[in-house]
């Protein structure tokens, strides 16, 4: 696992700035989705490419839908 901090990018994400960690959190209502298997999903997608608000699957999951 990893144990980097996380930093706030604008107010729909968290970033793992852990070395060599590049998992990206969705912030819904300013619940943070933070499991191993959101945060991988997000590894890939440049920060200019994050929508500025996570897709609605991510709110169902957290129970917020």
């Known amino acids: 696992g990893h144990s980097g901090k996380l930093?706030?990018?604008s107010n729909s994400?968290?970033?793992c700035e852990g070395e060599?960690?590049?998992r990206k959190y969705p912030v819904y209502k300013g619940l943070p989705v933070i499991?191993?298997?959101?945060g991988?999903?997000?590894c890939s997608t440049p920060l200019s490419k994050?929508?500025?608000?996570?897709?609605g699957k991510f709110s169902r999951i957290?129970?917020?839908d």
Request: glycine letters at 8%.
């Open 35 to 38: 499991t191993k298997e959101v």
């Open 50 to 55: 994050l929508p500025d608000i996570p897709p």
């Open 20 to 22: 060599g960690c590049k």
């Open 7 to 9: 930093k706030r990018y």
């Open 13 to 15: 994400w968290l970033l």
């Open 40 to 42: 991988e999903m997000w």
């Open 62 to 64: 957290s129970g917020l």
